[in-house]
């Protein structure tokens, strides 16, 4: 092979590749958001931390016990944390859908602000700025969502905003007024 077919054969080479991917994202067999996570069907992780609106009083999953609930990890700093807020509020206002945040890598000041404007889907919120919790659940990113069964077995995970169709898709079958959209 002569010098100049190398970098040919390079970029025909990643060509393919990058239209193999192209393809199984266009049939939704590969997702680059979706990341998996060794969670699913295990405890919890545990945390204890300091709540958000009552910094003398702790957020835990033990709070949780004995219902399924959600942990929904954000920040202000998260444009995608912003867009799904409408949607956790009404899971929590009209369906009573247990969210527990935890505001993760963001200041208190800017967090609670947020709320006080748009309203408060949470039952509780972590405060976690320096990564403590998330770190425990294998956060990469805001918004990552987590669905916790009775028995504190996280059951889903999801990466992304919240939206109707997430919600039916994965979700509303585990709370028994949470079928509709």
């Known amino acids: 092979m002569t010098r100049a077919a190398i970098p040919l054969a390079?970029?025909?080479?990643l060509a393919g590749l990058f239209w193999y991917v192209l393809g199984?994202?266009?049939q939704g067999e590969y997702n680059?958001?979706?990341v998996p996570t060794q969670f699913i069907g295990k405890p919890a992780p545990d945390f204890s931390l300091p709540d958000l609106l009552d910094p003398t009083s702790k957020?835990?999953?033990r709070d949780m016990a004995g219902k399924p609930w959600l942990l929904n990890v954000w920040g202000t700093w998260c444009p995608e944390c912003w867009k799904e807020h409408d949607y956790l509020l009404q899971l929590a206002r009209r369906r009573g859908i247990p969210i527990v945040g935890i505001n993760w890598r963001d200041e208190a000041a800017e967090a609670k602000a947020m709320?006080?404007?748009l309203g408060n889907p949470f039952l509780k919120i972590g405060f976690d700025p320096n990564s403590e919790a998330v770190i425990e659940w294998g956060v990469y990113g805001a918004?990552?969502?987590f669905l916790i069964d009775a028995e504190g077995i996280?059951?889903?995970k999801h990466t992304g905003a919240?939206?109707?169709?997430v919600w039916r898709d994965k979700f509303a079958s585990y709370f028994e007024s949470g079928a509709e959209s």
């Not at 390079?10 to 080479?13: C, H, K, R």
């Open 59 to 61: 957020v835990s999953p």
């Open 115 to 117: 709320l006080s404007r």
């Open 162 to 165: 919240m939206t109707a169709q």
């Open 10 to 13: 390079l970029f025909l080479v």
């Open 143 to 145: 918004p990552e969502t």
């Open 154 to 156: 996280v059951r889903v």
């Open 32 to 34: 680059p958001r979706e």
């Open 24 to 26: 199984l994202m266009n």
